[in-house]
């Protein structure tokens, strides 16, 4: 959010309306002007840079492709966790990675079991376990216990694991889950994080390109109808899109990012970029007036430009940068790209669209229409006049805001599969699952290898006893009592046996990320512990109970780093200890009037989404604060009262406030609408609205806090005490 009219400094000799100095002063300033001989460099070198962005638009759309993209979320987790541990070892010692369940629905045992068959020789599946693997390993059929036939068939379905050699994610999982839906067509119905995984790829594929679209339509047309041009919304969109490609390119030398990262990096650095744009372009307009020569107020326009927009992004970078804080990694994952985005529109702003518009200045000044914001000055009088009731207003919304926040943090969802429309295959294959066998999630047990048959089968009639526990599966569950494990074949040891471990698989009736299914790993683990202090308990439900944990910790840690940071940079730059405070508290309630309103509305969110909204909309809104108390100090050190200070920010601050919220609206608010995956268009649809009520909470309640608390104020902000001695004296 950056200042469109010129900023007063405390001395008065550069107030907005006045000649600028003479050039003989300007020319020994810009000697010693680091900014200045940049800005001037840029507007000397404007056809190399042009041609420069051109050619590393090459190599940024090569690592932009290049850059591999991670669509598992519990890849974030961290490292030592027991869940993630847990699933190296298996994948390590037994060679197996993902896991799935699949559905097949009309088909005779024979065909089932060619399809058995045909399934192990789809490229990285390591292991087919169905009731023929078991049968067909020269154990008689009469010593199969009864209860595991009856668990892997229905009247018209059966039931069939598969293990792939490779991690639940990978590329190649992802191929062989395509490849195992095509064998059987509609009778097959493949279930696990790893199909989920597939289908959100694929439907993320196909909707990425029009979220840009309609991140580019939506904000083109409001920077057409709140702009001075009808040309200049395009130049921008050049500028900007040229820093986008540069960001997702430079994502390769990080290996890989989120998919939720790759959906909205463009759509967020497209909306909080666009404000230094706008800056530039009004800059160098006044400067035009002022300046006869265009390449010499295009170099004024950059200084002014760069010395504004650097202290303003810095909030921004600081809001994306305290996501790194977070131990769910998808927060660093995401605050690295943003943060990087940031400065890269920082950097576009005073080099390639200052070349851009030099070289496209006959067009875009023929072009040029009246904006369609009135003067608010009319506006401005009436909402300070009548300035107490925004301040009853401010404290009645506090109440019941933070309410509906603390309860929207409680009722978020972490099962992914929420995120899918209901008709995608994943889905469909899950509600099969439940359907047919009573089955909503299913976990795995390694257990030492050394610890002895009789205690594991103690062990698993426990585990049995567990609520929701339909059955645990393993070596002693399939043989019973009756056959020595020894005079077993090694190739059906293999399955669920290794040299170290045994993989012990537990079918629960509990949906996953679900108060019982918590409940119940927590009991599973209680047993599993007393029998081997070592083992472990892997799968789905106990990585996402790890996750909510670990988020829980998160929305704590995240929250306090980017107020804290937030705190510190208004301090520094508004020279005050009681602005922060009042900023915050404008911008907070804003989040807690966005992030509380789901509960009203009784809606669920994913649970990443309150976390990274309430620092972006922080970080992203806060400069409307910003601009408008940076105007009101400058008011004040003028001479003005305080009445007459509110007014002149906030009639000067609202155009720059509407063409910036409004920016972030357009840019987020047709992904939300359009997108079917619910965590991309639940976060969209909260930074839309966030946009919304920060701007209107900006506007309406923090003029009223700056006429409350200008006392305060004044005493608190270094130099503005002798504003308050000569308001007396008059």
Not at 61 to 79: A, E, F
Not at 164 to 177: C, P, R
Not at 213 to 236: E, T
Not at 413 to 422: A, K, R
Request: aromatic share 8%; glycine share 6%; charged share 20%.
């Amino acid at each position: 959010m950056k200042q469109f009219e010129a900023w007063v400094p405390p001395n008065g000799t550069r107030g907005p309306g006045k000649p600028p100095e003479s050039a003989a002063h300007a020319r020994g300033k810009e000697r010693i002007c680091l900014p200045m001989r940049f800005a001037k460099a840029v507007v000397r070198c404007r056809i190399p840079i042009l041609i420069l962005t051109l050619v590393l638009m090459v190599p940024a759309v090569l690592g932009m492709v290049g850059t591999r993209i991670n669509y598992d979320m519990l890849d974030y987790l961290p490292d030592t966790m027991d869940t993630v541990i847990g699933q190296n070892e298996l994948l390590q010692d037994f060679g197996k990675g993902a896991f799935s369940l699949i559905v097949v629905e009309d088909m005779q045992p024979k065909d089932v079991a060619a399809l058995c068959d045909s399934i192990r020789q789809v490229e990285h599946v390591e292991t087919v376990l169905w009731y023929s693997s078991l049968a067909d390993v020269s154990i008689p059929m009469e010593i199969l216990p009864e209860e595991i036939y009856n668990e892997f068939n229905t009247d018209h379905s059966t039931l069939v694991a598969v293990f792939f050699d490779s991690a639940t994610s990978a590329d190649v999982t992802m191929d062989a889950i395509r490849s195992i839906r095509s064998l059987a067509g509609k009778q097959c119905f493949v279930s696990g994080m790893s199909a989920l995984v597939t289908d959100l790829k694929d439907l993320c594929e196909q909707e990425e390109p029009i979220y840009v679209g309609l991140a580019v339509l939506f904000a083109c047309l409001a920077m057409l109808l709140l702009l001075d041009g009808w040309l200049v919304p395009f130049v921008f969109l050049l500028s900007i899109g040229a820093m986008i490609l540069l960001n997702l390119g430079t994502n390769y030398f990080m290996g890989e990012i989120s998919y939720i990262t790759k959906a909205l990096s463009a759509v967020l650095q497209l909306a909080v970029t666009m404000d230094y744009s706008i800056f530039l372009w009004h800059s160098y307009n006044e400067q035009r007036e002022k300046y006869s020569d265009t390449h010499e107020a295009m170099a004024v326009a950059i200084h002014e430009t760069l010395t504004s927009v650097v202290g303003s992004s810095v909030t921004t970078v600081a809001g994306f940068a305290a996501l790194c804080f977070m131990t769910f990694t998808l927060g660093r994952d995401l605050g690295i790209v943003m943060a990087k985005g940031v400065i890269f529109g920082v950097i576009g702003c005073v080099t390639l669209l200052p070349s851009l518009i030099l070289v496209l200045d006959k067009p875009l000044q023929r072009t040029k229409h009246r904006s369609l914001i009135p003067n608010m000055s009319k506006l401005s009088t009436r909402l300070v006049k009548v300035f107490p009731v925004f301040l009853v207003i401010f404290a009645l919304l506090i109440p019941p805001a933070y309410y509906g926040y603390s309860k929207t943090n409680d009722e978020v969802y972490y099962d992914m599969g929420q995120c899918l429309p209901e008709d995608i295959e994943y889905v469909i294959a899950n509600s099969r699952l439940s359907e047919e066998f009573d089955i909503a999630s299913t976990h795995m047990v390694l257990v030492d290898a050394s610890v002895p048959s009789r205690s594991v089968r103690k062990m698993i009639d426990e585990m049995e006893q567990v609520d929701g526990v339909k059955y645990v599966l393993g070596l002693e569950s399939v043989i019973g009592s009756r056959v020595p494990e020894e005079i077993l074949p090694d190739e059906l040891r293999s399955i669920l046996k290794s040299d170290r471990w045994e993989l012990l698989l537990i079918n629960s009736e509990y949906k996953v990320a679900s108060d019982a299914v918590n409940q119940q790993v927590t009991d599973l683990n209680t047993v599993l512990k007393k029998y081997d202090p070592t083992g472990m308990l892997i799968g789905e439900a106990p990585c996402m109970k790890d996750m909510i944990e670990t988020t829980d910790r998160d929305f704590q840690v995240v929250n306090a780093v980017s107020i804290l940071a937030i705190f510190v940079i208004i301090a520094l730059v508004e020279k005050s200890i009681s602005l922060p405070f009042i900023l915050i508290a404008v911008i907070e309630l804003a989040i807690f009037i966005n992030l509380g309103l789901p509960h009203y509305l009784g809606q669920s969110l994913p649970f990443i989404a309150p976390i990274c909204i309430s620092t972006i909309q922080l970080g992203a809104t806060v400069d409307y604060a910003i601009l408008m108390t940076t105007r009101y100090k400058a008011e004040r050190l003028l001479g003005n009262t305080k009445r007459q200070s509110v007014i002149t920010a906030l009639s000067t601050s609202i155009p720059s406030i509407l063409v910036s919220g409004f920016g972030l609206f357009a840019a987020t608010f047709g992904v939300a609408v359009y997108s079917d995956i619910d965590i991309i268009s639940s976060m969209c649809m909260l930074m839309a609205r966030g946009a919304v009520v920060s701007m209107l909470c900006v506007i309406l309640i923090l003029p009223a806090l700056l006429m409350l608390c200008d006392p305060l104020i004044c005493v608190t902000t270094l130099g503005m005490g002798r504003c308050r001695k000569k308001e007396k004296q008059s």
